[in-house]
């Protein structure tokens, strides 16, 4: 297939697969007593139809099941990014069950391009995304950095070190510039206060997906 067809499809299923989403979401099961108002996230089916056919296209000339796997990372993080704007959460029920998949589908990925280190890189760069997350959370004494954000930089560090080390220092730097960036816009135009809370899990996402695209 070509790269046009192959991003066609995907940016199909990134279109189904975000409905699926967004009606999934709307059920309110990932909210809980306390939680904001609940959020119409409008936004999920465009974003999701549009990131899916990029990262496809992105992984056209890699191995299948590469861009099959491209599009599953993008409908599992927009899900969780609209879980995280909204309620401030990244739910272990998603994260947890992913791991063991994701290295699954990598290794499956390693099996079609007989690429083994890859999947050892990508094993190692997840645990080592991990622990960096993990002591940048207890540095913060539990007040920046939440334990989702731990368990979705494992995963993150997992599937982009699949393909190399630089696309997760890459992805690393980059979250925590869009999250800067974003921080002191709020501040400069007075929509927050130093204190305020921000959805860290959103930019995590935005810069893996980023970075998955232009392997």
């Known amino acids: 297939m070509t790269p046009i067809l192959i991003a066609l499809l995907g940016a199909l299923a990134g279109l189904v697969g975000g409905w699926g989403v967004r009606a999934r979401l709307r059920g309110g099961g990932h909210r809980m007593p306390g939680d904001p108002p609940a959020q119409p996230a ?54 947890w069950p992913s791991y063991p998949i994701l290295v699954l589908l990598l290794a499956a990925g390693s099996w079609a391009s007989g690429d083994w280190p890859a999947l050892r890189r990508a094993v190692t760069a997840g645990l080592v995304t991990w622990l960096v997350y993990y002591l940048l959370h207890v540095a913060a004494r539990r007040r920046g950095l939440g334990r989702g954000d731990v368990t979705l ?63």
């Open 42 to 95: 409008r936004w999920i089916i465009p974003v999701s139809c549009v990131a899916a056919g990029v990262t496809a296209y992105g992984l056209a000339d890699r191995v299948w099941p590469m861009p099959v796997i491209g599009v599953l990372a993008v409908l599992v993080g927009v899900a969780l990014a609209a879980i995280d704007v909204e309620v401030h959460r990244l739910p272990r029920l998603i994260t």
């Open 153 to 215: 930089a494992g995963l993150i560090g997992m599937l982009l070190g699949w393909f190399s080390w630089p696309a997760v220092l890459v992805a690393t730097y980059l979250t925590f510039v869009l999250a800067g960036l974003w921080a002191g816009a709020l501040l400069v135009s007075r929509r927050a206060e130093r204190g305020t809370r921000i959805a860290f899990g959103p930019f995590m996402i935005a810069a893996a997906l980023a970075l998955l695209a232009a392997q």
